[in-house]
């Protein structure tokens, strides 16, 4: 119909105007990894130091305007000690149960809350960010196309000149080429040693990208190295059982799945 031409059409051309990400080789994304330095050696899926440092990236730069509404604070237990989010979590202040009177006060967030939110409700994070609420980013790495590569491109290219004969067409909107329509609301979010790693790692802004990228995968993902450990030891029930599997096939079954049997008047031969 020319309504589903228009549609395809419009998806074209509005990716021909952007960049797509290129391919970066995540940790996260390879097989399990035997790490000779963790005790006692075991098989990961994540980069745990990076996601650390993300997590650091994302509270310090990323927090004050973007939420992870599906986290709660326990969830930070896979890269942190219990004493470090508990100590996190009471650093928050939350609404707390109403009294008796019906009225509401704080209390310090606990490991079972959620994550705070950037604001208290849609409307106030449009009008604080003139009309357009900033994203949660708890999916975002499965809900954009090219999930960490699209993320990390984009936030390292905020410093590339704006081609020639292209207008701005606003005053507080940034050139990107990686994102839809290459003008976008946010501003350079990172710079060079915006943050002090608690590991001394050098803050630049490339290195800070790849780290909230790993963290944003975690997030959106936590449950990922239990996954891969439930393949893996399915994979190899699956190998220990099929040879006996096989061999019970051609020596028990096969003699009943070949059997002749034979009918006459008086019955069976």
Known sequence: SKATVSVLYWKVFKMAEELHAPFFPW?????LHYSIYLKP???????????????QVYTEVFAPCHSLDMLSFRHLQEFMTIEEVKELAESYDIP??????GNVGERPAKLLDKL???????????FANGGASPPDLSLITKGRDGGENYVFAL?????????????????????????????IGMPKPLSDEMVDYDDG?????????KDVCCFLAWCAEPWMDERKYTGIKMGLTFATIL????YWYKTRFNLVKLRRIRHSKNGLL
Do not use: I
């Open 243 to 246: 040879p006996f599997g096989f």
């Open 27 to 31: 940790f996260h994304k390879t097989p």
């Open 201 to 209: 790692t050098p803050a630049s802004v490339s290195q800070m990208s």
């Open 155 to 183: 936030l390292t290219s905020y410093s590339r000149d704006v081609p020639a004969g292209v207008n701005s067409p606003g005053a507080t909107l940034s050139w990107n080429p990686y994102f839809s329509g290459c003008w």
């Open 96 to 101: 707390a149960e109403p009294d008796a009177e």
């Open 41 to 55: 050696p075991m098989a990961h899926g994540h980069d745990w130091g990076s996601v650390r440092r993300g997590r």
């Open 116 to 126: 705070p939110q950037a604001y208290p409700n849609a409307e106030a994070a449009k």
